[in-house]
């Protein structure tokens, strides 16, 4: 699939320069460089979970996960969620006990890493930004190396800074920014999956605006027991019951009411109970009845 090819080859280069930078950051003194280092062997981490998560994802489904392993990739972003969280923490912990105690920092040899840092992780960002929309699995490991990006270019300016007014400080205050980067974004991700885990309306989707489009239908007369959820980023699923008139053809029904929710609100994954009432005597009771 071409979204485990993107996967392999942003976990190739992520790998690649995580060792370059760490190697880097321990002989040239850089907190930034080597906290930037351990973000991205984190992230080579969250990828190859991503990876795996993304395979295990195709396998098909049993008899006891008739959903398949479609859920995979929610869990992975979740834990790339809390991977992200982790390190932002632990980066910004280092910066700040080094804030009242500049090192001395070697500003060339990290702005050479740091530049080659950058350049690879914007091809792995090439790569995954074509398949992000949509996959939530795809859009955790597309944050991880968005994160390394802004870390590469934070590491660059202050290797800048150090070379040219010798200002040490500003390492611990690019690893800061990057901490609070790495927060937010780690912070979205890990909304987003625990609200695909409990079951949650997909915020793309207004389940009142599917409630009054099927109550438009000929025939319809009332929607109950509605739920709208994603099994997977791009997989939707809805049930619901339609009360219907007892005259109408509930095969109609059903195709109408696909097509609908298809074409209009992009779900894909249907099922619906009709149900006819029929009312006997003068009124006083009636029953439902499925078809």
Not at 29 to 56: I, K, P, T
Not at 149 to 171: C, E, K, N, R
Not at 207 to 214: P, T
Request: aromatic letters at 4%.
């Amino acid at each position: 699939m071409p979204s485990r090819r993107a996967l392999g080859a942003a976990l190739l280069c992520t790998l690649t320069i995580a060792v370059a930078e760490f190697v880097g950051g321990i002989i040239a003194n850089s907190l930034a460089l080597q906290g930037d280092a351990g973000h991205m062997l984190s992230d080579a981490g969250a990828l190859g979970v991503s990876f795996f998560a993304a395979w295990l994802a195709t396998r098909p489904m049993t008899a006891r996960r008739t959903f398949g392993f479609h859920r995979a990739e929610v869990l992975a972003a979740l834990v790339n969620s809390v991977f992200l969280l982790g390190i932002a923490g632990w980066v910004g912990v280092r910066a700040v006990s080094r804030l009242g105690h500049p090192v001395e920092v070697a500003a060339v040899p990290v702005l050479i890493i740091a530049t080659i840092g950058l350049v690879v992780n914007l091809i792995a960002l090439k790569i995954l930004g074509h398949h992000r929309q949509g996959n939530l699995n795809i859009r955790g490991a597309f944050l991880h190396v968005l994160g390394d990006t802004l870390g590469s270019v934070g590491v660059i300016v202050s290797a800048i800074v150090i070379q040219f007014t010798g200002w040490t400080t500003v390492d611990s205050l690019a690893s800061l920014g990057i901490a609070g980067l790495l927060a937010v974004s780690g912070g979205r991700l890990l909304r987003d999956s625990v609200s695909v885990l409990m079951l949650a309306t997909p915020a793309n989707v207004d389940s009142e605006a599917v409630r009054s489009g099927l109550l438009s239908l000929p025939g319809v007369i009332g929607i109950h027991d509605l739920h709208i959820w994603t099994v997977n980023s791009g997989f939707v699923s809805l049930t619901c019951h339609a009360d219907i008139e007892a005259d109408t053809s509930t095969d109609a029904l059903l195709r109408s009411a696909t097509q609908l929710l298809r074409e209009r609100f992009g779900i894909r994954h249907v099922t619906i109970q009709p149900e006819v009432t029929r009312v006997h005597g003068d009124g006083d009771s009636c029953q439902i009845l499925a078809t």
